[in-house]
């Protein structure tokens, strides 16, 4: 009787996993199966490798490339490791060369693990891009890349101006930024000094590292905030450093006294711009990355997008630039009370 | 014959048939040569510390401490090179490095019989917490070409670790099947006391086992920085559970006593061919996490179902 039993539920269990797989395979077919009314005439496989899968931030660039994905007759699989753990990155990468997709798309959570696997994909012909994050130029065609250095460095000075009285802005200033030696941030510094001098009236008294350490952030804040009593603004320009800035200026009752603006995306901040201590967020749009991505991908696998291009056409985006190796995104996007609510991510 | 029928590996050679049978007619492009040498590149580093794990359990013993143990011994590789030491040394130094914390768990285990799952839950913690220490936490890379080759490279088509796991395998089941220190191991797992009187040298087997399962974990450990060319103390995390679920997996029983090198082998195979077809099919990496369970719980159920209809029937012929 118990064997029964037994037996029974294992019959339904295998039923349940062949009910699964019926229903997977149906999907398959019917995304294949539907032509696509775009000019793009052959359905092709892109791979698209965040960081870190169920990251905000990355779940709001997947949705435009799904977005993309849809117009352009492109399978999307976006897929990437839940821990971020490169190596299991590396296995996915290995996997998909061996599923012969047409593209592959990484954000890089460390190049250095993952360049051998790109180098296989490439090796095994298919086309490899970096997007958000870029890898050694040998193992891939082209980077998508979100936004230039001059493009960040002057949209958080303009952001900060602004929150201190627009062309007559005037006051000391001073820079958080990740580790002296993170080489992103100190193109950003370089424009942002570049820009400074639009407004006389600003001055920049230090810069000072937090090395990716939101509390190193906060005391660095503090200890600035001590040492020039003027202190009138912070850039806290890595997505740790922001909110270690912010809430040093919370607690030290400096809100509206002392103004703070980086990078970083909607959701770390939501809390502290609703509460009036940052006044802008600036970021660019992760939903138009992750739509370019895709654009470039099925160009690239067109052969519409060759080494020597300097545009490319993507969709509802326009004509976007190419700069050597680079498909710029450009632009970034001001997150303020009065939008922020419009942004989940 | 019908004995072979009913034991474990038959259970699992079916599954696998069963599984590959599907996999062939869901993605036929699953079950080509090519595809499988591509997806086999990341099994190895599981495969051979799963046969000291085998080992260890089959002396009703456990390590716990083999994931954070992979992680140290390639935090030292790496802290080597990055001191301008070549890595090949490193990887000797690494490999003894692994031998002496898993004598440090032997050491604890069999001198002071504290329980071999409190010694290595504790080293477990750590030894990660030593590789974080020790590296901060950073990812030390950009390792030569000739060092890559160790785990990348191949030899007629077969790649490197291949042979390594090879070796491990081979040596595994000589011992077990043909020497004598096989037979001890069987002893003390099935009744340590009673082995104890008999005779055997209990707490030198057990030095002996966990030494060698911390140099193997060290072999893992030069393979795995080999080739993600990255050390890190988050090297090899969750290893531990997947090795223990293979030895399980593979018919040998948790109590010790029992268990077959076949059996792993054939449990590694299962394992790796399910979390490859659904995580190729289905495409969600996040999938692999719960297969391992599945898996186990299929097999048993299985097993469980071969052995009823056999129990069922005996009466009636009887």
């Known amino acids: 009787m118990k064997a029964k039993w037994i037996g029974l539920s294992l019959v339904a269990g295998l039923m349940v996993l062949g009910g699964c797989s019926g229903g997977a395979k149906e999907g398959d077919t019917a995304s294949t199966g539907s032509p696509d009314t775009g000019n793009s005439s052959k359905k092709i496989t892109v791979a698209m490798l965040p960081k870190k899968k169920g990251v905000p931030y990355f779940t709001s660039c997947s949705e435009g490339a799904q977005q993309a994905a849809k117009e352009l007759n492109v399978e999307l699989i976006y897929d990437g490791p839940t821990s971020g753990d490169p190596a299991e990155a590396a296995k996915m990468i290995d996997q998909w060369i061996a599923q012969g997709v047409d593209v592959i798309a990484v954000s890089p959570n460390d190049p250095a693990v993952l360049g051998p696997a790109m180098k296989r994909a490439r090796d095994a012909g298919i086309k490899v891009i970096t997007w958000d994050a870029d890898a050694a130029p040998d193992t891939r065609e082209f980077l998508v890349n979100q936004a230039t250095p001059e493009e960040i460095g002057n949209s958080l000075v303009d952001a900060m101006a602004k929150d201190l009285g627009g062309d007559k802005a005037a006051g000391e200033v001073a820079i958080v930024t990740a580790a002296l030696t993170a080489a992103n941030q100190n193109e950003w510094i370089k424009f942002m000094k570049t820009r400074l001098e639009k407004y006389p009236g600003l001055k920049l008294v230090g810069v000072k590292p937090s090395n990716e350490d939101q509390k190193l952030a906060f005391s660095v804040s503090q200890d600035m905030m001590k040492a020039y009593p003027n202190l009138k603004g912070i850039f806290a320009i890595s997505s740790v450093a922001f909110p270690g800035a912010a809430e040093a200026i919370k607690q030290a009752g400096k809100t509206d006294k002392v103004f703070v603006t980086g990078l970083s995306t909607p959701n770390d901040m939501r809390s502290y711009v609703n509460e009036g201590v940052v006044k802008s967020v600036i970021l660019w749009n992760t939903k138009d990355l992750g739509y370019l991505t895709i654009c470039a991908a099925r160009a690239l696998a067109d052969g519409d997008l060759k080494s020597g291009a300097t545009t490319l056409k993507a969709g509802r985006l326009g004509e976007k630039k190419v700069v050597g190796d680079n498909v710029m995104l450009g632009g970034t996007i001001t997150f303020t009370k009065e939008n922020i609510g419009d942004f989940d991510f | ?318």
């Open chain 2, 1 to 318: 014959m019908k004995a072979f029928l009913r034991s474990r590996e038959a259970v699992l050679i079916l599954l696998l048939i069963a599984l590959l049978l599907m996999a062939w007619l869901m993605e036929p492009r699953f079950v080509t040569i090519r595809s499988q040498m591509l997806l086999a590149s990341h099994l190895w580093e599981l495969a051979i510390v799963a046969i000291p794990m085998l080992l260890i359990i089959m002396i009703g013993g456990i390590d716990l401490s083999i994931g954070a143990m992979v992680a140290l011994c390639g935090v030292v590789l790496g802290l080597l090179f990055e001191r301008g030491i070549s890595p090949f040394i490193g990887a000797l130094v690494a490999i003894a490095a692994g031998g002496f914390l898993g004598m440090s768990n032997g050491w604890f285990i069999a001198k002071l019989r504290v329980h071999p799952l409190i010694v290595t839950l504790a080293t477990m913690a750590a030894f990660r917490g030593i590789a974080e220490g020790i590296s901060l936490a950073r990812p030390i890379s950009g390792y030569p070409d000739t060092f890559q080759t160790l785990s990348q490279g191949k030899m007629v088509g077969i790649p490197y670790p291949v042979f390594v796991f090879a070796l491990i395998v081979l040596s595994a089941w000589f011992v077990l099947a043909k020497a004598r220190f096989g037979r001890w191991i069987v002893a003390i797992g099935t009744e340590e006391n009673v082995a104890r009187f008999s005779g055997i040298p209990v707490a030198r087997v057990k030095m002996i086992l966990y030494t060698l399962c911390g140099a193997i974990c060290g072999i893992a450990a030069v393979l795995l920085v080999a080739r993600n060319n990255t050390a890190k103390a988050d090297l090899g995390m969750g290893l531990e559970l997947e090795a223990i679920t293979a030895v399980v997996l593979g018919g040998a029983s948790i109590d010790g006593g029992k268990g077959k090198v076949l059996g792993v082998a054939l449990g590694l195979i299962l394992i790796h061919e399910t979390r490859q077809f659904v995580s190729w099919h289905w495409k969600q990496n996040e999938l692999n996490l719960i297969v391992l369970g599945a898996l186990l719980i299929v097999t048993l159920l299985v097993e469980r179902v071969l052995s009823q209809t056999r129990a069922f029937k005996m009466p009636t012929t009887a």
